[in-house]
């Protein structure tokens, strides 16, 4: 099994076999699962069910009942926003790719039931120099992060923090993909399974008239404090009081559910 439960195999195997159970109904032989996507053609029915455990055993989205495999749905992107937990979250890093760059700062709040709650902020070694540009816009720099843990050594703290949380950013696909690549320097070949929103997307949704979806512009409109900007846990808590009011407006409209809250236009 994966070494955290909120973590998802990165396998191409594994995705493409995820694929073709989605493009099926959600269930298929273990001897089509193995010809299709191992190209081995026309399998014994043990060997498919031995080498289709194998992938099962390696993600939760899967299961085996006799030779079905089965694809597992979470149900998060269902369950209601008053019965959802949040963590809303930002990262600092030496720079805007990644690879190379790394990440130097983290920091996240939970968002329950409307309210921001606990918090969990340190800094990161990047175990690689930070430019001087970078130091100049976070004040971040070499010296700070020297005695400071590096990801592998608070990725599990991170995990639990998140649990099964939907995680929240200002503009999510950059920490997201800055996430799993630490992620996965630590545990190879798995990412984060935990869906995600964005802020700026929503916003764009919601408040079409707003001038951009800057983070410290979203401040000034919610009147929501913004004191450190470009650090993770000023960031951070910044975007979850923006997110509180985003959430708010989305019931307003009706909207009660992250599988809802992805389909609105903008």
């Known amino acids: 099994m994966p070494p955290y439960p909120n973590l998802i195999s990165d396998s191409l195997l594994i995705s493409e076999t995820i694929q073709l159970l989605q493009s099926v109904g959600g269930r ?3 001897v089509k699962v193995v010809d299709f996507v191992m190209k081995i053609n026309k399998p014994a029915p043990d060997l498919a069910k031995l ?10 989205r899967l299961q085996l009942n006799e030779d079905i495999l089965e694809l597992i749905e979470s149900g998060c992107e269902l369950r209601k926003f008053d019965d959802t937990e949040f963590v809303v979250f930002d990262l600092e890093t030496t720079g805007a790719k990644s690879p190379p760059c790394r990440v130097t700062e983290i920091g996240a709040y939970r968002v329950k039931n409307g309210k921001v709650a606990e918090e969990f902020q340190t800094l990161v070694n990047p175990e690689t120099p930070i430019p001087p540009f970078i130091t100049q816009l976070t004040g971040i720099s070499d010296r700070m992060v020297k005695t400071a843990p590096k990801f592998c050594e608070i990725a599990a703290d991170f995990l639990d923090f998140i649990g099964d949380s939907v995680l929240v950013a200002h503009n999510a696909h950059f920490d997201m993909r800055f996430l799993n ?8 070949n798995y990412r984060v399974g935990n869906p995600s929103l964005c802020t700026v997307k929503l916003s764009r949704r919601l408040n ?3 001038e951009n979806h800057r983070l410290n512009t979203l401040a000034n409109y919610y009147s929501v404090a913004l004191i450190n900007h470009h650090r993770a846990s000023d960031d951070a808590r910044a975007t979850a009081h923006i997110f509180v009011n985003l959430l708010a407006e989305l019931q307003n409209l009706g909207v009660k559910d992250l599988a809802t809250a992805k389909k609105l236009k903008y």
């Open 28 to 30: 298929a032989s273990a």
């Open 51 to 60: 080498l289709v455990s194998d992938l099962v055993a390696a993600d939760p």
């Open 181 to 188: 690549h630490e992620i996965g320097r630590v545990y190879e």
């Open 208 to 210: 079409p008239n707003v």
